[in-house]
Structures are given as C-alpha cells and as structure tokens.
Nanobody, 123 residues
C-alpha cells in the first residue's frame, strides 16, 4: 500500500524554526490532500495545516502567519515550515495523506499516517 516517512523534528528554542518533511511511497496512483496534525500530551490530535492537490491551503488559527505547508508532487512529499515557534507548539507531529493506490488491476482509496515526529520548543 502506501507508507509515510517523516523527518525534521527536534528541540528548538522559542522563536526558532524547524522544517518537517513527509515522503509517501508505495503503489501510489494519485495523492489528493496532504496535511499535518499534532498531539500534545493530554490533548486530542488537532489539524495544523492541510494542502490540496491544487495547492489550496488551510491552517489552524494558532499557526497562521508562522507555519507554511507546501508539497512537491513529483516527490510525493509534503513539508511544514515552522517559524517563530512557541512552547505551546510542542507536540508530536503526524503527517496525513489521502489518495488512491493500485490494488491489483483496480484502484482503491487510502488514508495513511506517518509515525510521528517530536517537536519540542523550549522557553
């Protein structure tokens, strides 16, 4: 099916920047929406940013103006550039990809999640 590999998390001071990457691989026919979610301890997983196949984006209010989502369709990769990071951005970040994959002689829809990458912002 489809596998996602995330990279780019780490520890950064408040005001710093990080860039997350998520590459999809497998029997991919097409990728539609790609996005990033995050989950802090004790909190539910929340949408951070999403981007459609046409490039339309939407962001959580808490990250607007600081985070930028982008994608490279040739590489089946989605990025999240995070600037002006705050301690409240500390969480495990998960990428999410939806699309279609080859299933035998047909196609089927898939929704895949990355393994998660820790982002820690110190004050």
């Amino acid at each position: 099916q489809v596998q996602l590999v995330e990279s780019g998390g780490g520890l950064v001071q408040a005001g710093g920047s990080l860039r997350l990457s998520c590459a999809a691989s497998g029997s991919i026919f097409s990728i539609n929406a790609m996005g990033w979610h995050r989950q802090a301890p004790g909190n539910e997983r929340e949408l951070v940013a999403a981007i459609t196949s046409g490039g339309s984006t939407n962001y959580a209010d808490s990250v607007k103006g600081r985070f930028t989502i982008s994608r490279d369709n040739a590489k089946n990769t989605v990025y999240l550039q995070m600037n002006s990071l705050k301690p409240e951005d500390t969480a495990v970040y998960y990428c999410n990809v939806k699309g279609e994959y080859y299933s035998g002689i047909t196609r089927a829809h898939f929704t895949s999640w990355g393994q998660g990458t820790q982002v820690t912002v110190s004050s």
